[in-house]
């Protein structure tokens, strides 16, 4: 159940970004570059000055997208492993939302440094947006959790 929570969930986060971009012209993260990012630390390379700027890794795109999906699908395991299994047969939306909000220092203290852009964007011309827009899409993650596992408890629990 908690593979299914975080596709479902993963696939909302996407949703959005997808219409953020349609709607609004916001262009949303390319998976491309974490599968960059991950694909250097096999030489031991953890932190880029702009990971744009990195040298391309074979098979990144697919790798970044993977990954993507994984990380929320484990998101969602250790979610479920702090709230208790039986969340899942009742789920309630106020811990699916925190999670959202938990989920987003992902970005802000891990991903972001790591891609040049500094400790929770500090580096980028408007860090502020870059933090709102990336605490958005977290709650629209959280809010994913929510329906997920909603749909599977209709299904039968």
Known sequence: MCFFV??????LMDAWALARQRLFGIASLDYALVGRWLG???HGRLRH????????????????????????VVFVGWFVAFV???????????????????SVAAPLLLLQPAFGM??????????WRV??????????????????AWLGAVAGC
Do not use: D
């Not at 702009?50 to 098979?59: D, H």
């Not at 039986?86 to 925190?98: E, G, I, K, S, Y």
């Open 6 to 11: 975080g596709v479902g969930a993963t696939l």
């Open 40 to 42: 250097h630390m096999r």
């Open 49 to 72: 000055t702009a990971i744009a700027k990195a040298t391309p890794v074979r098979g990144e795109r697919l790798l970044g997208w993977c990954c993507h999906y994984l990380i929320g």
């Open 84 to 102: 208790g299994a039986q969340w899942l047969c009742r789920p309630t939306l106020l811990p699916a939302l925190l999670l959202g909000v938990v």
């Open 118 to 127: 500094g400790l929770a964007a500090w580096r980028v011309p408007n860090p």
């Open 131 to 148: 933090r709102l827009r990336a605490l958005v899409t977290h709650l629209v993650f959280g809010l994913g959790v929510y329906l997920a």
